[in-house]
């Protein structure tokens, strides 16, 4: 699916600019939602795993909340 590598570019860029990795991206996203009572996350490793439970402490500024946003609103179904 051609669009959702676009939208993949365009959320890894977003977490390039805020200085945290995709990962960490889309966990705080998920974390920040009001409708969200818990995250799970998944790891094959240690690092994977660090990564995963520092996203706990990561919390998006309105920018990139804004940022990612407009990537949903430009393409929101990536995958059908």
Do not use: M, W
């Not at 998944?42 to 990564?51: F, I, K």
């Amino acid at each position: 699916k051609p669009q959702a590598f676009v939208a993949v570019e365009r959320y890894a860029a977003i977490a390039e600019a805020a200085g945290i990795s995709l990962a960490t991206l889309a966990l705080a996203f998920v974390s920040q939602q009001r409708f969200v009572a818990s995250n799970i996350i998944g790891a094959t490793n240690r690092t994977q795993l660090a990564e995963n439970i520092a996203s706990a402490q990561t919390t998006l500024n309105e920018d990139t909340l804004a940022a990612i946003d407009a990537v949903h609103a430009d393409i929101s179904n990536p995958c059908p």
